[in-house]
Nanobody, 115 residues
Framework: QVQLVESGGGLVQPGGSLRLSCAASGFTFSNSVLSWYRQAPGKEREFVAIINTAYSTPYTESVKGRSTSTRDNSKNTVYLQMNSLKPEGTAIYYC?????????WGQGTQVTVSS
């Protein structure tokens, strides 16, 4: 059974940092394409970053330069380090895995950027 479990969200002040984690199980992690998405209140889910098997990590323009996503294949975990957070970064952040033509989503973790 494939599982993706995000953690690390919370309330942070503008300019602060958070590191999100996504622990995966039930599939061959090292052969999967992992990505982060987010969904702000009243908006559609949008792409944030993708980590492909070659370890290059394209980011959406709104987080480029302030976020870093990495993967640890030994721990079956992917991370999203977010710095200099802005109020518009308030959203539920989701981990997504693509493996063997199937797509899997985690339950999401809430990030709230507010003073």
């Amino acid at each position: 059974q494939v599982q993706l479990v995000e953690s690390g969200g919370g309330l942070v002040q503008p300019g602060g940092s958070l590191r999100l984690s996504c622990a995966a199980s039930g599939f061959t992690f090292s052969n999967s394409v992992l990505s982060w998405y987010r969904q702000a209140p009243g908006k559609e889910r949008e792409f944030v970053a993708i980590i492909n098997t070659a370890y290059s990590t394209p980011y959406t323009e709104s987080v480029k330069g302030r976020s870093t996503s990495t993967r640890d294949n030994s721990k079956n975990t992917v991370y999203l380090q977010m710095n200099s957070l802005k109020p518009e970064g308030t959203a539920i952040y989701y981990c997504r895995a693509a493996w063997r033509s199937a797509t899997y989503w985690g339950q999401g973790t809430q990030v709230t950027v507010s003073s």
